[in-house]
């Protein structure tokens, strides 16, 4: 048995010491502020030696207005996160960077942000593949995993990819795409998204000891 799976049969889920549910609302971003998020970027969370790279499509006008990657209420992506194992707490938006210590890291296909992703044009996606790539050819994570399988087809020019491994590799690196965690993609609920991010963390897994290790949160 690896150490996070120990973490996640025990039951026991460690307290966080970032901002609760309750701090996090009364953040809230004016409506003129998130307006003016428009074009704006996110910093990646990136380091060495990652289990996993989560790439989102490009961040939403609330998450570049509050500087957190896939900070929308009603974003699954951290809870899923948290569900599937990949945590043993459920992070909130803020402590982005903890996700370092777990060997999760995040980035975006396309970096400015905008009010859809159906905002985006095919050559942006196009491209972001190939920033992507350079971007991953640098820290050379485990896996890279791409969150929405429409913009992965259109970015990648792979028409008929599903959930899951793809066939294709990203500078050497294993590919796997899994459902965008917006709250406005209704074809998944909570629990599926779950199951999904789960499948991924038990693959990392399977390919080698040493990611076990690594996704076990370090100094707790």
């Not at 913009?151 to 990648?156: D, L, N, S, V």
């Not at 609920?189 to 991010?197: I, K, S």
Request: aromatic share 6%; glycine share 10%.
């Amino acid at each position: 048995t690896g150490k996070l799976d120990s973490v996640v049969n025990s039951g026991v889920r460690k307290k966080s010491n970032v901002p609760s549910m309750n701090n996090m609302s009364k953040c809230k971003p004016s409506l003129d502020k998130i307006q003016a998020a428009r074009g704006k970027f996110l910093p990646d969370i990136l380091g060495p030696d990652l289990d996993v790279v989560f790439c989102g499509i490009n961040p939403g006008l609330y998450s570049a207005a509050v500087g957190c990657h896939f900070a929308r209420p009603g974003n699954r992506f951290w809870k899923a996160l948290h569900d599937s194992g990949f945590t043993d707490e459920l992070l909130e938006p803020s402590a982005q960077q903890r996700l370092l210590a777990y060997g999760c890291g995040l980035t975006n296909l396309v970096p400015r942000a905008t009010a859809a992703a159906s905002d985006l044009s095919r050559d942006e996606l196009r491209q972001g593949r190939d920033d992507l790539s350079r971007k991953i050819g640098e820290v050379q994570p485990r896996c890279v995993a791409v969150l929405g399988i429409g913009a992965y087809r259109t970015a990648f020019r792979q028409r008929k990819s599903a959930l899951g491994l793809q066939e294709e590799t990203l500078a050497g690196v294993r590919l796997w795409v899994l459902p965008n965690p917006s709250g406005l993609n209704a074809h998944y609920q909570l629990p599926e998204f779950a199951r999904l991010f789960k499948e991924l963390r038990v693959a990392i897994q399977k390919w080698g000891k040493q990611g076990n290790e690594r996704m076990q949160p370090k100094g707790l």
